[in-house]
């Protein structure tokens, strides 16, 4: 069985600084893209960064300059560095990986989320 776990989140200050991990475990044969989303109180779910298994990365715009993705394949996990973060980074972070498991076809996974709260 695959899971996605994460760690990393917590309560931070105005400009401040996080770094959120995510490991993939499980009978895995190879992961493709992984990406961070995130769900703000009474907001979708929208897209924070991205990141294939080449290297190339994607981001919000809300993010870029102040988040970096990236991921190291050879331990299956993906990172998020957090800086400069404000108030309106508030939300739970959810890890995605798109795997592919043995003797299971390619499927999406998620992480449980872990919660950022940025407040003074």
């Known amino acids: 069985q695959v899971q996605l776990v994460e760690s990393g989140g917590g309560l931070v200050q105005p400009g401040g600084s996080l770094r959120l991990s995510c490991a993939a475990s499980g009978s895995i044969v190879g992961i493709n893209d992984m990406a961070w989303y995130r769900r703000a109180p009474g907001k979708e779910r929208e897209l924070v960064a991205g990141?294939?298994?080449?290297?190339?990365?994607n981001y919000a715009d809300s993010v870029k300059g102040r988040f970096t993705i990236s991921r190291d394949n050879a331990k299956n996990t993906v990172y998020l560095q957090m800086n400069s973060l404000k108030p309106e980074d508030t939300a739970v972070y959810y890890c995605?990986?798109?795997?592919?498991?043995?003797?299971?076809?390619?499927?999406?996974?998620w992480g449980q989320g872990t919660q950022v709260t940025v407040s003074s």
């Open positions: 995605y990986a798109r795997i592919i498991g043995r003797g299971r076809p390619w499927a999406d996974y």
């Open positions: 990141i294939t298994r080449g290297g190339n990365t």
